[in-house]
């Protein structure tokens, strides 16, 4: 990766190319399929609330849980101003993050009306008092992921206020989504603005949103020329395999063999009746690499158990279905 830039250096992750913290989907089975693969320097476990982690089993929860393959985990943590963060901190140190991550920039309901993503990184009061308290506590490396703010006139002036607590605060380095607080994933992310930001700040910037693979940093390096890393969600989900394919586009893969295997890692670690949600969001997604992969994710959407799922997902991918190539965003999210 060229995209290190001296900045990064500071930081314990390196090369950095990082697998995005995604919520039902970045569990301890997702992250031992993508560990099969490798080729990744972090990944990060799904949005975990402060509050309700304290209550979780470290050894079982396959949210919080993980195995020694899996490297370097990001613990992301949903937190709101309200938390108590050094019981949230005796709960997590044990299980050595290689670094914790506030999000800042969810913007679902529940989310929001906690007072955590967006609504954290708009109040900026309790912005500056989490990372603080966060970082008395914790030693290592602290990162924000964030989004642009509310999309106003200006909209830059307090984005770049935010950047000046998020500095003052103690965290180490930002994540930027470069869309708006309420876009979700509509219009493109701003690729242009990594370089902007990383122009506005002493932390490393790490780049999120929209990027494909290599080809889209190809495409128009001088976006990501300043940036201390790249972060990459929903296309790991459609090749979990993306990382160790970065250096090495030839690799093979037996895309009906990667899915059986990531449905055994699933029903290990959450229980049939419980893998059924993960693993239609996870078909959702890898249909993709199919010229008709509508028909593979129709057909398993409804499916009522997982080994109907299953079922569907043979028969369909066993037929020697057409690929897509490259395999590109889905249209619904
Ligand atoms: C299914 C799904 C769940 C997500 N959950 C989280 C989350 O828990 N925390 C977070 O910061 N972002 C979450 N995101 C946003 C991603 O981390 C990432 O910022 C976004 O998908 C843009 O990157 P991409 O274009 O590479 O997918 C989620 C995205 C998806 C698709």
């Given at each position: 990766?060229?995209?290190?830039?001296?900045?990064?250096?500071?930081?314990?992750?390196?090369?950095?190319?990082?697998?995005?913290?995604?919520?039902?989907?970045?569990?301890?089975?997702?992250?031992?399929?993508?560990?099969?693969?490798?080729?990744?320097?972090?990944?990060?476990?799904?949005?975990?609330?402060?509050?309700?982690?304290?209550?979780?089993?470290?050894?079982?929860?396959?949210?919080?849980?993980?195995?020694?393959?899996?490297?370097?985990?990001?613990?992301?943590?949903?937190?709101?101003?309200?938390?108590?963060?050094?019981?949230?901190?005796?709960?997590?140190?044990?299980?050595?993050?290689?670094?914790?991550?506030?999000?800042?920039?969810?913007?679902?309901?529940?989310?929001r009306q906690a007072g955590g993503g967006v609504a954290l990184f708009e109040?900026?009061?309790?912005?500056?008092?989490?990372?603080?308290?966060?970082?008395?506590?914790?030693?290592?490396?602290?990162?924000?992921?964030?989004?642009?703010?509310?999309?106003?006139?200006?909209?830059?002036?307090?984005?770049l206020e935010r950047i000046r607590i998020i500095e003052d605060s103690g965290?180490?380095?930002?994540?930027?989504?470069?869309?708006?607080?309420?876009?979700?994933?509509?219009?493109?992310?701003?690729?242009?603005?990594?370089?902007?930001?990383?122009?506005?700040?002493?932390?490393?910037?790490?780049?999120?949103?929209?990027?494909?693979?290599?080809?889209?940093?190809?495409?128009?390096?001088?976006?990501?020329?300043?940036?201390?890393?790249?972060?990459?969600?929903?296309?790991?989900?459609?090749?979990?395999?993306?990382?160790?394919?970065?250096?090495?586009?030839?690799?093979?893969?037996?895309?009906?063999?990667?899915?059986?295997?990531?449905?055994?890692?699933?029903?290990?670690?959450?229980?049939?009746?419980?893998?059924?949600?993960?693993?239609?969001?996870?078909?959702?997604?890898?249909?993709?690499?199919?010229?008709?992969?509508?028909?593979?994710?129709?057909?398993?959407?409804?499916?009522?158990?997982?080994?109907?799922?299953?079922?569907?997902?043979?028969?369909?991918?066993?037929?020697?279905?057409?690929?897509?190539?490259?395999?590109?965003?889905?249209?619904?999210?």
């Open positions: 990766m060229q995209v290190l830039k001296d900045k990064a250096a500071t930081t314990p992750i390196s090369p950095t190319l990082l697998c995005a913290p995604m919520a039902g989907v970045t569990n301890s089975a997702f992250r031992r399929l993508l560990a099969d693969f490798g080729g990744y320097s972090a990944i990060y476990t799904e949005l975990l609330a402060g509050r309700q982690m304290v209550h979780e089993d470290a050894g079982k929860s396959p949210y919080i849980k993980r195995r020694a393959e899996e490297g370097k985990v990001i613990y992301q943590l949903l937190l709101t101003g309200q938390d108590s963060i050094p019981r949230i901190m005796d709960h997590l140190l044990p299980l050595n993050p290689a670094a914790i991550d506030i999000n800042c920039g969810c913007g679902g309901k529940y989310v109040n900026r009061g309790n912005l500056a008092k989490v990372i603080k308290d966060v970082r008395r506590e914790y030693a290592g490396l602290l990162m924000l992921k964030i989004r642009l703010g509310r999309e106003v006139p200006d909209w830059q002036k307090p984005f965290a180490d380095v930002i994540t930027l989504h470069p869309r708006f607080a309420g876009q979700h994933m509509k219009r493109g992310a701003k690729h242009e603005l990594f370089s902007w930001l990383a122009d506005n700040t002493r932390l490393p910037v790490i780049a999120n949103g929209d990027i494909l693979g290599p080809a889209t940093i190809a495409r128009n390096p001088r976006h990501f020329e300043k940036t201390a890393g790249i972060m990459v969600g929903r296309m790991a989900i459609i090749c979990p395999w993306l990382f160790a394919a970065w250096d090495n586009p030839g690799l093979k893969v037996d895309h009906l063999k990667t899915w059986l295997r990531f449905y055994d890692y699933l029903l290990e670690d959450f229980g049939e009746k419980d893998a059924l949600g993960p693993l239609k969001l996870f078909t959702k997604y890898y249909a993709q690499n199919y010229a008709f992969g509508h028909i593979l994710y129709t057909a398993t959407r409804s499916a009522p158990t997982v080994q109907a799922l299953r079922e569907q997902a043979i028969r369909f991918m066993s037929a020697q279905p057409a690929m897509t190539e490259p395999p590109t965003l889905p249209v619904i999210y």
